[in-house]
Each structure stands twice: as C-alpha cells, then as structure tokens.
C-alpha cells in the first residue's frame, strides 16, 4: 500500500503560496507546514489499518492523502464534487496535497465517499480529533502546558440543536412517502415501471404526484380526514402483502428499510378503535420516527416553546487549552445527560482524565458526575432554581435542610425526615394550625406545605453555594469557554445536519472539531514565535 509521503522542504512556487496565506484561508499554510506531523508513521498505520482489518481491495489512493482530502473539505465546505474540483483549479489544495500542476484530480468523488464510510466504520474521525488534541497538548507553550504533561483534565461540556437533513412529515406523507419509496425499489428490482406496480399492488393513490393529491378530500372536514387515512392503510397493506407474495426472497436492503418504516410509523401514529376502523393515535409517540430519510432524527426542544427536528451536537472543550477533546450526538429527544457518557468513554481512550467537569443542569444527572466524584475530581454547574409557585410564599430556600440527619425543618419549626429524592409532606394538622400558612401554602384546606427534595440534593447545595460568592460564580463562568467553541461550531458547519443519522453527523462534528484544534495549534504557534 503506497505510503503518502509528500517533501517537508517547500518549494519555490510553495514559498510564494505561503507569503499569501497569511490572514485569509491561513489554516492551509498551516497543513502545508505539518501535515508530515498530524499524519505521522503511526496514524498512518492506522489509517491503512482500515483496509488491511476488512481484507478489501488495495486503496487506490494513500488513506492519509484521503483523510486530508476530508479535513480540507470540512474546512471550506466544500461537497464531494466540489472537492474534486478545488484538488486541480485551487493552488492551495494542491499545495497541501501535494499535487501542484496536476491537471487531473488526485481522487475521485466516489472515492471520497468510500472513505469517509470506511472512517466512519472504524471510528478514524474519532482518532483524527485525537490526533488533533495530541498535536495541540504536545505543542502548547501556554500556562495550560503542565497540565497537558499531568494527563489532567479539566472540561466542559455544552450541546447545540442541529437540524436533521431528513423532511419531517405528518403521518399521512410519511406512509404515503414510505410505500413511494418501496414501488421505486421494487421497480428497479423488477425492472418493471412503478405505474405497472401501483396498479398490480392495489396502491392507485400513489398514481397521483402526491398522496394528498391522489386522496383529494375537505381536509377541514374530520370526517373525510378519519377516511383517508383508512384508505391509505388499506392500500398500504395492500402494497406490503403484494411485496411479502412476490418478492419475499429478495427483501434486502434499501426495500427492508422501508418495509421497517411503514411497520414502524404505523406501530407508532396509528390504532385501531374498537369498531375495527384505523385511526390516527391520539398523542404523540414517545420516540416518535418523524423523517422517512432519516430514521434518527427526532423532535427536540431547544426550550419550553421553541422546538426543533434532528439532534444535538455535544462537545467536550478543554478549559486549559483551546481545544475540543470530544463529541456526542444524540437524537434530538433524548436527554442531554445521555451525551456525556460517550464523551466520557472519548477522554479516557487519550489516557486524559477528568478532574474538573463544567457542565450545563441538564448533564447533572449523567452518570459520569457520579464518576468523576468518586475519582476525586469536582463537578460544577448553576444550581436548580428554588423559586415558591408564588413570589409571595415561603420558598425552598426558606427551609433548612439537613443532609446528614436527612431532616428538613419549615420556618415555624416543624420538622420532618425524607430520603432523597422524596417529596416532603408537612403535617397537615400543623400547617391548617400555622399563623404562618398565608405566608406558606396554598394547598387546599387539610393539606400540608410539600417540598421537593432532589436524588442529588448534596450536590445542588454546594452549587448554590457556589452561586452565593464571588469567586464561584467566576468558577462557574469558566463554562462560557464551550459555549465559544460550540459557536465557532455553528458558524463552521451552520445550524443543518450535512448528512444523514446520527453516526455520519458524528463525523461531520468531529472533523469540525479537529480543524478547529487545528486552528488553534496553529495561533499557539504564532504567539509562541
Ligand atoms: S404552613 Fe406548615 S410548613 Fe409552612 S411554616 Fe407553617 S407549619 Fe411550617
């Protein structure tokens, strides 16, 4: 397998290059310069390691060239046939890559997207960004340098909605959309035109250009709307049965998966009520497919009122240095503590370990707080709030609570044990009796003041701590050093998904991730000179 092994020394035409790369588009000057240290001997090897592990054929170009082919294309933003192109018309990718003058491309475009999947099936995008880290630890010449000898971690972690590239559709399109999908699989299967296939599987709905058009009903009319979609399940089945029939020893991939979405969209936005009839399930499904493209896209929010349709990006950026040491993506559904484990899992793969977490609340409940406790490290994030249903009564903060005798003690003195976790009750008959209860409660009349006590209430009082003093509250600002880094993000790769699923999109935030640690190697670099 051919090694890439381009000169160090740079060339006439090079120096010229690199006298013009000094503000605009400088990170290629920086590649040009230590791309023979970012794709040392050793990630080398492990790059052609993805070739050799599957027994696939010879790559037909040096991985190492492909992986920079990728960093350049995440950089610009270029798609695959615009990297292509850039590789003969830009003078500066043929710098990096080492190719000036040529006048045909060093890689094809569909060589581009092979690789990438090969990346992405042996986590290479996850031992880029490592590398990358690697690069900007070793080179550090600032304050953050003893740490980056002690292995020593200090992080915070932060997430950003992405929107998924999937369309999201109500439960009428995703069916009609589904069952489209299954006759232009079956036509090309068949050879047969998808019109012939509508008609012999019972599916004339989809004759129309659209499955709205095709049923042409009062839509505001509840009625004719509860009779679409029986028409449209019907056919549908119809579809299925005619697939199951016909087709059944071929059923693979991509017809299985569109199978799989119409069994799974229906499992989830229909019911059948009691008469026999199909309907439209009342509620929304808690893990609710939303996208016939994209099978893990979900519904998030990015507040109370503010929704959004993909997944959440999670970084992990160093507070000693200014760089992102790992990434999560989660469906946008999910909570974001469930991103903290991966990244977790990341740091502890590059020997790195965490003895500083700064985390938003919502991470609080990640099992990788109580981890870094036990280690010894320490956690920071702002505290749940303790405000009282009215600005009027007593709030949480008005109780004393006692961790360790596991007791909570009401302004008037009466006082009850819980368990963390527990929602504490006062004793009715005291509070009706209280001349402080106007002040207290407005529970209703035989009902006592109740009291949330958290699973980790220890915790959040030494976060409210913390927030009560000026040098927590400069602790807990550290934080904002992620929020940067997840807008640098967003400014790299904007606020929609690239591709599809959750583990190609992982990619795409890694890559960005590690040309952003590029970046700054690069400014570590100047400011050391
Ligand atoms: S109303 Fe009940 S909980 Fe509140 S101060 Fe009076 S006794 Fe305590």
């Known amino acids: 397998m051919e090694r890439w092994s381009p000169p160090v020394e740079l060339s006439r035409q090079e120096q010229a290059l690199m006298k013009r790369l000094t503000r605009v588009r400088a990170l290629f000057g920086f590649l040009r310069l230590h791309r023979h240290e970012l794709f040392d001997e050793t990630f080398q090897e492990q790059l052609e390691g993805m070739y050799r592990t599957t027994g696939a054929g010879e790559p037909p170009h040096p991985p190492a060239l ?29 710098m990096v890559l080492g190719c000036l003058g040529a006048d045909t491309p060093p890689f094809s475009q569909g060589a581009l997207q092979a690789f990438r999947e090969r990346m992405v099936a042996h986590e290479m995008d996850r031992v880029l960004l490592e590398r990358t880290v690697a690069l900007v630890r070793s080179g550090a010449m600032t304050e953050g340098e003893r740490r980056a000898v002690s292995k020593a971690l200090r992080v915070a972690i932060d997430s950003r909605p992405l929107a998924g590239a999937g369309r999201v559709e109500d439960t ?37 250009p659209s499955i709205k058009a095709g049923l042409d009903l009062d839509w505001s009319d509840p009625k004719q709307k509860a009779a679409a979609i029986q028409i449209l399940e019907r056919q549908v089945s119809s579809l299925q049965q005619w697939v199951d029939r016909h087709l059944d020893d071929v059923v693979e991939q991509p017809l299985r998966t569109y199978l799989d979405a119409v069994t799974q969209v229906r499992d989830q936005d229909l019911e059948t009520a009691e008469d026999g009839t199909v309907r439209i399930r009342q509620g929304v499904a808690p893990d609710r497919r939303v996208s016939i493209e994209d099978a893990e896209m979900r519904h998030g929010r990015k507040s109370r009122s503010k929704r959004f349709d993909g997944y959440k990006e999670h970084i992990a950026r160093d507070l000693d240095l200014p760089v992102i040491v790992a990434c999560a993506v989660t469906p946008a559904n999910r909570p974001e503590e469930e991103g903290a484990a991966p990244i977790a899992e990341d740091v502890q793969r590059q020997r790195l370990r965490l003895v500083e977490l700064h985390i938003d609340r919502a991470y609080v409940n990640s099992p990788v707080v109580d981890d870094v406790i036990r ?24 109780f004393k609570i006692d961790l360790r005798a596991k007791t909570i003690t009401c302004p008037a003195g009466q ?29 209703a009349s035989g009902r006592g003041r109740t009291v949330s006590i958290a699973e980790d209430e220890a915790l959040q009082g030494k976060f409210r701590k913390l927030q009560q003093t000026g040098p927590g509250r400069a602790v807990l600002r550290q934080r904002t050093a992620v929020e940067h880094a997840l807008a640098h993000i967003a400014a790299r790769k904007g606020h929609s998904a690239r591709y599809i699923g959750a583990r190609r999109n992982l990619f795409d935030l890694r890559r960005a991730a590690a040309i952003q640690n590029l970046e700054a190697a690069q400014r570590l670099i100047q400011e050391a000179a």
Request: glycine share 8%; net charge negative.
């Open 66 to 94: 492909m992986c920079m082919v990728t960093l350049l294309q995440g950089y610009v933003g270029a798609s695959d046939a615009e990297a292509v192109e850039l590789a003969v018309v830009d003078l500066r990718w043929q």
């Open 172 to 208: 009428i399109n995703l069916l009609g959309h589904a069952a489209r999908s299954i006759v232009r699989v079956v036509s090309k299967i068949t050879e047969r035109p998808p019109e012939e296939i509508c008609r012999k599987a019972g599916i004339p709905l989809l004759l129309a």
């Open 375 to 398: 280690a010894g490290g320490q956690v920071f994030s702002k505290p749940w709030g303790q405000r009282a249903r009215s600005p009027d009564l007593f709030s949480k903060r008005d």
């Open 415 to 443: 006082v009850e044990v819980f368990e963390p976790g527990d929602t504490v009750e006062f004793d009715p008959e005291e509070c009706g009796a209280c001349p402080l209860r106007a002040k207290c409660t407005q529970a």
